[in-house]
């Protein structure tokens, strides 16, 4: 079984680096269910995705913490050489009432390692909102061994959202793509109903749910309405128009013709993100650097942008994606973000999520492994 607890940044790190090797809780109902054998997740209180997994060796219960410290060696508990252990120290952490209550648990832990795969983005739009077909993308993810999957449909499948793509209809292709039976063909509550529906059972691996939300600077403040009363795991913005043209389609592509150059369609994508950021909407950014399948790009030509950008993020403390779909779904050499991108991101110690914007089952993982290692600067590319 796995458990996945919050742990402050010293003795996260304690734990990486072997020394703290108990872990000490309050013997409470969420503890007890840990057993010897099981997996631990411990989540680092300032980044959730910072996550160290350990294996329980062995549980023990005391009365209390006082009976617990003198079983175990200070520094293998999380205390420095030169420290003194006092079981005092515990009441920074619970009340005095719950542990005359519950008693104290120690838990002995293995660790194994700091590779927590998360998906962070895929969609049932191609399916029906039911608990089956959720359970595809979680086996899916089983097998390809991810910790994590979020999922996030489109606002665009919602109905309380239609009045925020108004602006697209002006092109009939558009129109026609919006008229498809897949748009606006459920409302939030049925999102929630499921949701309710999914959080009762018992998942094999976290899975968390948000929207991907087209936004625009012409449609913040209707957003901004809207998402007051939205109450989701996250909130992923992602630009997927300029001037009200869909720049990702093939059907609309082409609606730029004689209105605008590929440079200006890059600058104003990065503005339109900037705008995005700023808006304090959302917690994370779609693939950042998306339109690059737009056409010839130059990335030298950019490079105060992508400054920008990562500031704005930092401000901002949202995630930005680091989105496989480039790669795989339209073929663009690099996995995920292109490099240049990447380390302006790093440099700016940017929080950065992995993401593969799979539509199907079939997709979901897809390069994560290679884009989690490449986030933390360690992926080379094999030579073929
Ligand atoms: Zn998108
Ligand atoms: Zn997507």
Redesign the pocket.
């Known amino acids: 079984m796995r458990h996945d607890l919050n742990l402050y940044k010293e003795p996260f790190e304690l734990i990486r680096q072997g020394r703290k090797t108990v872990e000490l809780r309050l013997n409470d109902e969420k503890r007890q269910k840990i057993r010897a054998q099981d997996l631990i997740f411990f989540h680092r209180t300032d980044e959730e995705y910072s996550v160290l997994k350990c294996r329980v060796q062995r549980i023990r219960t005391f009365p209390d913490f006082k009976e617990l410290y003198l079983c175990y060696d200070p520094v293998s508990m999380g205390y420095r050489e030169d420290e003194t252990a006092d079981s005092a120290d515990m009441l920074a952490y619970y009340r005095q009432e719950d542990i005359d209550r519950y008693g104290a648990m120690a838990i002995e832990i293995e660790y194994l390692d700091d590779l927590y795969l998360t998906d962070g983005?895929?969609?049932m739009e191609y399916g029906d909102l039911s608990e089956e077909y959720v359970m595809r993308f979680v086996d899916a993810a089983v097998a390809r061994g991810l910790d994590e999957i979020d999922i996030?449909d489109?606002t665009h499948r919602f109905r309380e959202f239609e009045c925020c793509y108004e602006h697209l209809r002006k092109y009939e292709e558009q129109d026609t793509w919006l008229k498809q039976k897949t748009k606006f063909c459920n409302t939030l509550d049925d999102y929630y109903g499921l949701i309710e529906k999914l959080r009762k059972k018992d998942l094999p691996i976290r899975v968390k749910f948000g929207l991907?939300v087209c936004y625009s600077t012409d449609t913040e403040e209707m957003l901004r309405k809207i998402l007051k009363d939205v109450h989701l795991d996250f909130l992923t913005g992602?630009i997927h128009s300029i001037d009200s043209i869909l720049y990702d389609m093939p059907f609309s592509m082409k609606l730029f013709e004689g209105k605008k150059d590929i440079e200006t369609i890059n600058r104003e994508f990065y503005e339109a993100e900037l705008s995005l950021v700023r808006s304090g909407l959302f917690d994370r950014l779609?693939?950042p650097d998306q339109i690059r399948i737009c056409g010839p790009y130059d990335d030298a030509r950019l490079m105060d942008m992508y400054e920008r950008l990562s500031s704005a993020l930092k401000t901002a403390d949202m995630y930005a994606e680091n989105n496989t779909?480039i790669h795989y779904r339209y073929g663009h050499d690099s996995i995920g973000l292109g490099e240049n991108l990447l380390q302006v991101f790093r440099d700016h110690d940017v929080r950065m999520i992995c993401a593969s914007?799979a539509?199907k089952p079939e997709h979901v993982g897809t390069d994560i492994y290679e884009a989690t290692l490449r986030n933390r600067g360690r992926y080379e590319r094999q030579s073929i």
């Open positions: 983005h895929m969609h996030l489109h991907e992602a779609a693939h779909g914007d539509h």
